[in-house]
């Protein structure tokens, strides 16, 4: 599995204008709708914070990989989005999250789930790596910053 088959350039934010959780949320989940547009987004949104309320997705080191299960779904989505000021989380380090990676899967697909959420965990265990994607320029300098690690990692 590549990260490559669930995230399309159009899904990145390079810039995130949020300020809160649930902003990030939403506004990742916009990037979805556009490609989606039959997405139920107050749903999915409704379903993302119920699964953070179960435990938070921000994984520390400036990271969170908010996730969860959707009916409506055929295939595993993501979006990509990044804060320039970092995003309370409530991550386990207690710092803000500046990197983070939405996965919705369908609702019938355990294995696949896990399978693509540790592919984006191994995307942020390099330090260089993290630091190369929040110093991007753009959202194509992204797509093109893990579509090279896809490779790498393939």
């Not at 959707?70 to 989005?81: H, K, M, P």
């Not at 265990?125 to 093109?144: C, E, H, N, T, V």
Request: hydrophobic content about 40%; charged content about 30%; aromatic content about 8%.
């Amino acid at each position: 599995m590549k990260i490559m088959d669930f995230l399309t350039k159009n899904r990145i934010v390079a810039s995130l204008q949020a300020t809160t959780k649930e902003q990030v949320l939403a506004e990742l989940v916009e990037r979805l709708a556009g490609e989606y547009p039959r997405l139920d987004k107050h749903r999915l949104i409704k379903t993302l914070i119920e699964r953070e309320n179960l435990g938070s997705t921000g994984i520390g080191g400036g990271i969170a990989i908010p996730h969860g299960k959707f009916d409506g779904l055929s295939e595993i989505v993501a979006s990509f989005g990044r804060s320039e000021v970092g995003v309370d989380f409530n991550a386990m380090d207690d710092k803000p999250a500046y990197l983070f990676f939405l996965l919705v899967a369908p609702k019938n697909s355990a294995g696949e789930h896990l399978k693509a959420l540790a592919k984006i965990s191994r995307l942020f265990k390099d330090p260089l790596f993290k630091d190369s994607l929040r110093q991007a320029q753009s959202g194509d300098d992204i797509y093109q910053l893990i579509e090279e690690f896809d490779i790498r990692c393939a």
